[in-house]
């Protein structure tokens, strides 16, 4: 099995060396990788999801986390699946251990028929994708990869011929672009309001997840105070969102796109920025300075 790496950084564990690759040996879209929509349909609902589609990977797989967040334990006694107690090998020689099989109804369109698909939850890597579909399910849907358009700036074109024709919604971005969030910021000299902002498209969040807006300094002129909440589904724009306070330190008026990083906050318990929690922060060895609390206006 072939995971690709999603970092062009090469890391030697046993030497504890950093390589890093000079960009301007490499075209400009050296990091970007192919992202696709698809659907999990369940009893009663149906959930849009993202995978990183990878050509080298044999089997298609989920990472546990990732399956747990789609199904509740009692959901899962349901499903077919089955124990297994095996590792896989990947392209970087690295033990991957296989914890279940499972079959589940796969489509690439809420509308379009479904087929039932074999996926393997692996136990949970930090910075692995959630989700990969492997040469076992192109192989299933007879899945057509090309890339179309201006020869400078190529972008793919992904088909599937079974169970029904259907060109697949892709996304082709680097794993930065996974992470980030914009908004249209509109604030009058040195207001303060609190903006909607839509993550990347191919984001690999789920309902109900919880996110942390990065604070950002912009030219003194816009500052972003840290935000979390929890995301909802836009589907009229396909995307997710949350919310950040945004404030204006200049006297002028600011309109701009703002795009800003964020991440995710499932496990990690948080302590919220207010004067009377300046005790908890300062004892937190990461924390060098206490941000200033801001109340929404």
């Known amino acids: 099995m072939n995971l690709i790496s999603r970092r062009l950084d090469k890391y030697d564990k046993k030497t504890s060396k950093l390589f890093l690759i000079n960009e301007k040996c490499f075209p400009s879209d050296i990091g970007k990788k192919i992202y696709c929509q698809f659907y999990i349909k369940k009893d009663k609902s149906i959930k849009r999801m993202i995978a990183f589609l990878d050509s080298g990977a044999d089997i298609s797989i989920f990472q546990e986390s990732y399956f747990r967040k789609l199904f509740n334990q009692q959901e899962i006694n349901k499903l077919n699946v089955t124990p297994q107690d095996c590792d896989v090998v990947s392209f970087s020689n690295n033990h991957i251990k296989i914890k279940y099989k499972v079959i589940l109804n796969i489509s690439f369109s809420p509308y379009s ?6 996926l393997y939850i692996i136990s949970d890597i930090p910075g692995a994708p959630l989700a990969l579909f492997g040469a076992d399910l192109m192989k299933a849907t007879l899945m057509q990869t090309a890339y179309t358009g201006e020869k400078i700036n190529p972008v793919p074109e992904v088909k599937i011929t079974y169970p029904e024709p259907h060109i697949v919604k892709t996304f082709y971005c680097s794993e ?3 992470f980030t969030c914009e908004s249209l910021i509109d604030l009058k000299p040195h ?5 909607k902002f839509h993550l990347h498209p191919a984001s690999p969040c789920m309902d109900k997840d919880s996110i942390l807006i990065s604070g950002q300094n912009i030219d003194n002129k816009i500052y972003c105070t840290p935000s979390k909440s929890k995301i909802s589904f836009d589907p009229k724009r396909n995307q997710y969102f949350g919310f950040a306070f945004v404030h204006n330190l200049s006297s002028n008026r600011q309109l701009f796109q703002l795009k800003l990083n964020y991440e995710r906050l499932n496990n990690e318990r948080c302590i919220p920025v207010s004067p009377s929690n300046r005790h908890k922060i300062n004892n937190l060895s990461i924390v060098q300075d206490v941000i200033p609390y801001f109340s929404p206006s």
Not at 113 to 118: D, E, H, K
């Open 113 to 118: 028929q479904s087929l039932p698909t074999q």
């Open 176 to 178: 930065n672009d996974l």
């Open 191 to 195: 207001q303060n309001k609190t903006f």
